[in-house]
């Protein structure tokens, strides 16, 4: 049996065992049966995922943002058909995301120094053992043991070096930079990355940041051309550059860069970037911290308790089965009535950069495939 512990997993077992019991693809793997709440996230990643299409990238903005427009207005129809409720509720967070992307079309052709290469990408990366990095993780009946996830973007920059891009909506004030230095999530997608790529050194991370502001939260009612309106034509440049022209590279290792400056972070109008170079030691330690949690994860005799605490439980999607454990109540009939079990691999049809098993091992940007 191969055991599979996606990023989602991990972050569960880490912040309420219970909830990950619930939910994690080696437990009980249970999602709720119905979305109950927009994810404007989710809408922000599915438009940007557009955006940054790397076959799209030299196009003018003209064609571009009314495709990346549609994107997130069939991001939010999609989560409408599954949750129903009011059509003013949904309007509103058609406006509210709308409203922010304008922002941000306007801001990001002067601070994007990349090229894209890869959107809304899966990888599947054999976790090794650590006392012996040439074998892999085996768990408990002997199978193998596999690290998950899927990151918003993989991107060049001018040296040739590979970033690791994570798009963030943020509906409170901007997390310290010590959080994002210390962000385990993202700096395990960089080890994973060179993992499911064979050869890639991956430079680091870049986060970008869209904050809802206060206008957004009482949104008007933009018109189609307000909407659509772009700052600067992708293929031209701006304040020194749209960014790296070129979409495809035949490197897997990048030139040393004239900068050596560990963070470096712009904000303005509610928008962050923050790049943050990652040295090898650091995804290295980041790789081994994690086969230690995954060992956790897959020993038959772990203890499954709950760690309650008001910033997790209000969004949590379990608290009504948690509920009826605490309380010593029947449970069963709680989750057969309102969570199915979910396939191991999702399957996103339709989905930019959706496969169920990635490109392969040994794939390489800018060498086919």
């Not at 003018?60 to 989560?79: F, M």
């Amino acid at each position: 049996m191969e055991y599979r512990v996606s990023a989602a997993d991990r972050a569960a077992f880490k912040r309420c065992r219970r909830q990950w019991d619930f939910s994690a693809t080696a437990r009980r793997c249970l999602s709720p049966v119905r979305q109950t709440t927009y994810d404007l996230d989710r809408a922000v990643r599915d438009a940007l995922a557009v955006y940054y299409f790397p076959g799209m990238w030299d196009w003018d903005a003209g064609i571009v943002l009314p495709l990346v427009s549609k994107a997130l207005d069939n991001s939010l129809g999609r989560q409408r058909a599954e949750i129903g409720g009011d059509p003013a509720d949904w309007q509103t967070a058609v406006d509210r995301t709308h409203l922010l992307l304008e922002r941000y079309f306007t801001w990001a052709p002067t601070v994007d120094r990349f090229s894209p290469i890869r959107v809304e990408t899966d990888f599947d990366a054999i976790v090794p053992d650590p006392n012996d990095p040439e074998r892999g993780l085996a768990g408990p009946d002997g199978g193998g043991i596999h690290y998950t996830g899927r990151i918003d973007l993989l991107a060049i920059d001018e040296y040739d070096r590979y970033w690791v891009v994570r798009h963030r909506l943020i509906d409170e004030p901007f997390p310290s930079t010590e959080q994002l230095v210390l962000d385990e999530d993202s700096v395990a997608a960089c080890w994973a990355w060179e993992r499911f790529y064979d050869g890639m050194e991956v430079a680091g991370t870049i986060y970008n940041e869209l904050a809802v502001q206060d206008d957004e939260r009482s949104p008007r009612n933009p018109s189609k051309s307000e909407r659509r309106r772009g700052g600067i034509p992708q293929h031209e440049p701006s304040g020194g550059g749209r960014g790296v022209s070129s979409p495809r590279r035949i490197y897997v290792k990048g030139r040393p860069a004239e900068t050596t400056d560990r963070i470096t972070q712009i904000e303005g109008n509610g928008l962050r970037r923050t790049t943050i170079r990652r040295n090898p030691a650091e995804i290295h330690t980041a790789g081994a911290q994690l086969a230690a949690e995954i060992l956790d994860m897959v020993r038959p005799d772990i203890r499954v308790y709950p760690n309650p605490a008001p910033a997790q439980c209000s969004t949590c999607a379990f608290v009504a089965p948690c509920l009826a454990v605490h309380e010593d109540r029947e449970v069963e009939q709680i989750l057969a009535a309102d969570y199915h079990h979910r396939p191991a691999i999702a399957i996103e049809r339709g989905r930019l950069g959706g496969t169920p098993f990635g490109v392969g091992r040994g794939w390489v940007p800018g060498r086919g495939g």
